[in-house]
């Protein structure tokens, strides 16, 4: 084959001059484009293929070029354009070799539908890319699924809908139909051929819930059948005929949908007159859209307005306007509004201006000013020409419209000058883990809370913190030289978050290691060091249905071998400290050996299988090497080895009246148990075999015990930690009393207040427990008769009033925790409380709806029942006004409600709210907050729950359920605001709240109790 370069364009004729026609100039360099790739297309046809390379040529194909990996990177040459041999000679990215890039199929783009594994009533999401150009792998696609597609785990597979799994992008083809799963397991279904019932109605659906009328042909018709067939495409823009929804301008409540026929040779005004008819408004003159734009002709319908779906119908020809010079609108209904039906808005007044906006306006001005909150006004007229546009947002389906205040701070997108650093963690995990308790070299205690290992220096009083998971921690173990740290957790939601396990220095809080990525499919629930050979192997253990245990050679991440143990229950797992290929799990009904082969499989011996009715809750190992095993039941099993190398049990002994937490070896061969009922803490000789030493038992407001672990391992001084499974630390030993060293609550945590002055919080949870802490610790905590789901500050900071599951409200004393006066609110939850601005009033939302209202005085220590506003829906968070005249709540349905204290009303028009200046920002809707849904920052999944405006008014933390925390700047309108993003846990943050400084935020975690305590730092 010629070395020679292809022939330079104009070798064969002359170069277009100047004087030539651009059109000639352009066809000669697109002919020369053409000859270059066709010279290429065959240059590379006549190569050998790219598997034909030797062994010590090994290639790795990128986008357009060939690249060794033994060489440095050579310049990209791109498709279609022709760079000698070498260019030629490399293969395309595509399997085949031959692959013509002057072939038009190789350049379009692919469209494919991606079904959700299990479910056959899902929609389908559609994708189209251009493979190894918008998506270069399978890996890159399977994460852009995931943001699209709400999976357990994230998409991690991807299967035909016969069942077939593809590993490659050229498996998928054009207009093909695929199934995503965050598992390995296909389940048949009937993909794409079942729908859903619509909760909304539709143009061609059969069973729409109102009746259409058809507009403009001269006549009256219902019938849906002509209508659908006459019209097939009724919403498409250009079509004869359109379905809209009309909205009687004066009583938003009388709406219809009707069907326009766009070409009636009916003049327009005609046409206004018949649909306000329909309206039962005595015939209509004009129409608005939601904007406040006014409708003139068929042809805005069918052009400028082909998107809008609802119109305003009016019946007045007067115009009237404010003082202020903005144009109003006036309604005897206008409380009626609703999300859905906002009322149309009135910009300024323009002339012939088709780039303006037209005027909107009704006759009976009564009020010009929203922003003078007197009680002679009538908040049913509606100010609007501020010239914003309501901000739109889409929760869960259903669509919310937010009008603009008048005067509004200037919106600014980019992130706050400052970030949030993790400076305190509170409590510890012990409701619901095991084995999660440790001493450091440095004397620190270790341990874990949601996903944040916790390094304590008791004498310091200080806290350091690794962070480098992305979940919820769910196992961990200390490295036998004390040096270094594994820890396992969860799975997240999507496939950057996969459960793995991380090997990190608790001395730098660097990360070392990782491996497991992508092998775990739930969550590592137990991973271990092996005890010989330094340490050097590593097991772990999937949470998945099969349970498999694998070990791993984690230095290199290289796998050594796996099985599933099958185990509906599997308590943990550890190295025999004799043997490091051989594993013992233990679990409900299982206690097995598994000895590990040098061809990485198994061989299992089952000491204890089904139906035995024993659970294993823990294990230990004797100096020579005999297991000893502890049970629900409160007995201790020790196994020893016969001279056959079989396992038999040499003694069996009664330790606890029920269940069993830890157990503990210490070196000189003392045996340490915890009663996780009986909370009795015993001491056993193990050299005489098992005879009972010492014992003590704990307070009962300590809780059960979970885990023990010596305070200076090695030593005999008998002093140890305990970790108990109310989340409490207590340290102390058997001929001591035990002291409380970490407190923290054990059940759903959601009531959390930020003192109006200082530095200090108070928690409210459903563990029946008040605690008031500072930055570093607790200060008092309290427990009461009821669970308690809601909690808040007098503003002059000497009262805390917490709301009660069962619809008490608690007044206790902020100074000492002594309570003051319980009462009953109603039968109830009372979901949120707060003090009026002055503290003279005190409001209560409940679970029923309603809001109750009570007199208070004597600063916080009295109080009367006055009245009572009642609602319809659950209420979540409430906030008053600054003039303590009114009050905003979000339903658990997102939907935002105003009241009116004084009328004692509730349902207030939001556009005659709008204006009005909110003394907290705790409720998550509202227009200044439209920005933190829906950003286009992080998926539309993400549900707010939780939201908080400083005290200063320049920043916003919001909390989701997926216990991300965000810091925004205040307002935020857009779904274009950026926002600093840290994550502390998986779980949903339940509340967040700013101190009153602005210098810190505390967090909630809900379910698992989690309590946090982030510094804002400059960036």
Not at 490 to 501: E, F, L, P, S
Not at 571 to 598: C, E, M
Request: hydrophobic share 35%; charged share 25%.
């Amino acid at each position: 084959m010629s070395d020679a370069s292809p022939q330079e364009p104009g070798a064969d004729e002359a170069e277009p001059t100047a004087s030539s026609s651009p059109r000639k100039a352009a066809v000669a360099r697109a002919k020369s484009a053409v000859d270059l790739a066709a010279s290429a297309a065959a240059n590379s046809d006549s190569e050998p293929e790219a598997g034909d390379a030797g062994p010590d040529e090994s290639r790795t194909t990128y986008w357009g070029y060939t690249k060794s990996r033994m060489d440095d990177d050579p310049p990209v040459q791109f498709p279609g354009k022709a760079a000698g041999k070498e260019a030629s000679e490399a293969p395309p990215p595509a399997a085949s070799a031959k692959r013509p890039v002057n072939n038009l199929s190789y350049w379009r783009a692919r469209k494919v539908i991606f079904y959700k594994n299990g479910d056959p009533y899902f929609p389908g999401v559609e994708f189209r890319f251009k493979p190894t150009r918008d998506i270069l792998s399978m890996e890159s696609l399977l994460d852009k699924v995931s943001l699209r597609i709400d999976l357990p785990s994230g998409a991690r597979y991807i299967f035909s809908t016969a069942g077939d799994r593809l590993t490659s992008l050229e498996q998928l083809e054009d207009g093909g139909s695929y199934v995503v799963s965050s598992y390995k397991i296909f389940k048949a279904a009937p993909y794409g051929k079942k729908k859903a019932g619509n909760f909304y109605s539709t143009p061609n659906s059969p069973e729409m819930a109102k009746p259409m009328i058809a507009v403009g042909h001269g006549n009256w018709r219902s019938n849906k059948k002509s209508m659908n067939s006459s019209v097939p495409n009724a919403g498409a823009k250009g079509s004869s005929g359109r379905i809209i929804r009309i909205v009687n301008g004066h009583d938003h409540s009388v709406q219809c949908r009707v069907l326009l026929n766009l070409r009636t040779t009916q003049p327009f005004e005609e046409v206004l007159d018949d649909l306000g008819q329909v309206l039962k408004m005595g015939g209509a003159k004009r129409m608005f859209t939601l904007g406040g734009q006014e409708v003139r002709s068929f042809s805005q319908l069918r052009n400028e307005y082909a998107e809008v779906d609802t119109f305003y119908l009016n019946n007045s020809s007067r115009r009237s306007r404010t003082p202020s010079g903005g144009p109003t609108m006036t309604g005897s209904n206008m409380y009626l509004y609703d999300e859905y039906d906002p009322p149309p808005r009135k910009p300024a007044l323009s002339a012939r201006n088709p780039t303006r906006q037209r005027v909107l306006s009704e006759p009976d001005l009564r009020h010009s000013s929203m922003g003078n909150h007197d009680s002679s006004i009538d908040y049913d007229v509606t100010e609007v020409g501020s010239g914003k546009e309501p901000a739109r947002v889409v929760i869960k389906g259903n669509k919310k419209v937010f009008f603009p205040p008048m005067h509004q701070k200037i919106f600014d997108p980019t992130p706050p000058d400052k970030r949030m650093q993790l400076s305190w963690v509170y409590g510890y995990r012990g409701f619901d883990s095991k084995k999660n308790l440790w001493v450091l070299p440095s004397g620190e205690i270790m341990y874990y809370v949601a996903a944040v290992a916790v390094l304590y220096d008791k004498d310091e009083e200080s806290q350091r913190h690794y962070t480098g998971h992305t979940e919820d921690i769910v196992c961990m173990d200390l490295h036998p030289s004390r040096e270094m740290v594994a820890s396992g957790q969860k799975a997240g939601r999507n496939r950057k978050t996969q459960a793995h396990v991380r090997i990190w220095s608790p001395e730098t809080l660097l990360t070392l290691y990782v491996f497991g990525m992508g092998e775990f499919s739930v969550e590592v629930s137990a991973v271990a060091f092996s005890q010989l050979n330094g340490g050097s192997y590593a097991l772990a253990v999937d949470g998945g249905r099969e349970r498999i245990l694998s070990v791993w050679q984690w230095q290199w991440g290289h796998l050594l071998g796996k099985v599933a143990t099958l185990q509906d229950e599997l308590s943990g797992a550890q190295f025999h400290p004799l043997d490091d290929n051989l594993v013992i799990t233990y679990g409900k009904s299982h206690l097995a050996f598994w000895t590990r082969r040098k061809d990485g499989f198994f061989e299992r011996t089952d000491l204890i299988k089904p139906p035995s009715p024993t659970n294993i809750v823990c294990l230990q190992f004797e100096p020579d090497g005999d297991v000893v095993t502890a049970d629900s039941d409160g007995f201790i099993t020790i196994y020893s080895i016969d001279s056959e190398g079989s396992y038999f049990v040499r003694l069996e002994f009664e330790a606890h009246a029920r269940g069993i937490g830890s157990l503990v070896m210490l070196s000189e061969g003392t045996l340490l148990s915890g009663g996780e009922k009986d909370r009795r803490l015993v001491a056993w000789d193990s050299m005489q075999n098992y005879k009972k030493i010492a014992e003590t038992k704990l307070l009962e407001s300590a809780g059960g015990i979970r885990t023990i672990y010596p305070q200076r391992p090695g030593r005999n001084d008998g002093n140890v930690y305990i970790g108990t499974i109310k989340n409490n630390i207590l340290e102390g030993s058997l001929q001591r009393r035990f002291n409380q060293l970490v407190f923290g609550h054990h059940k759903l945590l959601v009531g959390l207040a930020t003192h109006p002055d200082e530095e200090m919080f108070a928690t409210a949870g459903q563990d029946k427990c008040i605690a008031l802490w500072r930055r570093n610790g607790l200060i008092w905590s309290t427990q009461t008769q009821m669970e308690c789901v809601s909690i808040c500050f007098h503003p002059d900071g000497g009262v805390l009033a917490a709301g009660t599951g069962d619809g008490h409200l608690l007044v206790i004393n902020s100074e000492n925790g002594n309570p003051i006066s319980r009462f009953r609110v109603c039968g109830s939850s009372l979901n949120c409380v707060a003090f009026s601005p002055i503290g003279d009033i005190i409001a209560i939302g409940s679970q029923n709806g309603s809001v109750y209202l009570f007199r208070v005085s004597r600063d916080g220590f009295s109080y009367k029942k006055y009245n009572k506003i009642k609602g319809n829906y659950p209420l979540a968070c409430m906030d008053w006004s600054v003039d303590s005249n009114y009050l905003q709540t979000v339903t658990t349905e997102f939907d935002l409600i105003y009241w009116d204290v004084k009328t004692m009303t509730c349902g207030k028009s939001p556009t005659a709210m709008k204006d009005v200046k909110w003394f907290t920002q705790t409720c998550t809707l509202g227009y200044s907050m439209a920005g933190i849904w829906n950003n286009r920052f992080y998926p539309m999944r993400n549900t707010i729950s939780t939201s908080h405006r400083s005290s200063n008014h320049d920043m916003l933390i919001v909390g989701d359920t997926d216990g991300h925390l965000r810091l925004f700047r205040y307002p935020c309108i857009s779904p274009r605001a950026e926002y600093n993003e840290v994550k502390g846990q998986s779980n949903t943050l339940t509340t967040a709240r700013f101190f009153s400084l602005d210098q810190s935020v505390v967090t909630v975690g809900g379910s698992d109790a989690s309590l946090m305590l982030w510094d804002l730092v400059e960036e």
